[in-house]
């Protein structure tokens, strides 16, 4: 599984941004896809998951009602829509592929102002 993140740039404090995630490959064998996140000098952290058997979906609690992941099977994209950002909400986003193992794609930095 191959995974492209796009979508990152400089947002206000209560903007909002899209993350995409496209992916390509064996999308077939995917269980689950998730966005992660890594703010500078912290370790990456969990942000959301969709599991694909159930359609179900995960948050941390930190994002919980500003952010939401959906994925569009035509396009073979996963998304994370960003809500009500906060500077916290800055650093370096990944997608990530859960299949036996887990694919990673390039980070897409999110950065928000004050």
């Known amino acids: 599984v191959q995974l492209q993140a796009s979508g990152g740039g400089l947002v206000q404090a209560g903007g909002s941004l899209r993350l995409s995630c496209a992916v390509s490959?064996?999308?077939?064998?995917?269980?689950?896809m998730s966005w992660h996140r890594q703010a500078p000098g912290k370790q990456r952290e969990f942000v959301a998951a969709?599991?694909?058997?159930?359609?179900?979906?995960r948050y941390a609690d930190s994002v919980k009602g500003r952010f939401t992941i959906s994925r569009d099977i035509a396009k073979n994209t996963v998304y994370l829509q960003m809500n009500s950002l906060k500077p916290e909400d800055t650093g370096v986003y990944y997608c990530?592929?859960?299949?036996?193992?887990?694919?990673w794609g390039q980070g897409t930095l999110v950065t928000v102002s004050s």
């Open positions: 990530a592929a859960a299949t036996t193992y887990t694919s």
């Open positions: 490959g064996s999308i077939f064998s995917i269980n689950a």
């Open positions: 969709f599991i694909t058997s159930g359609e179900i979906t």
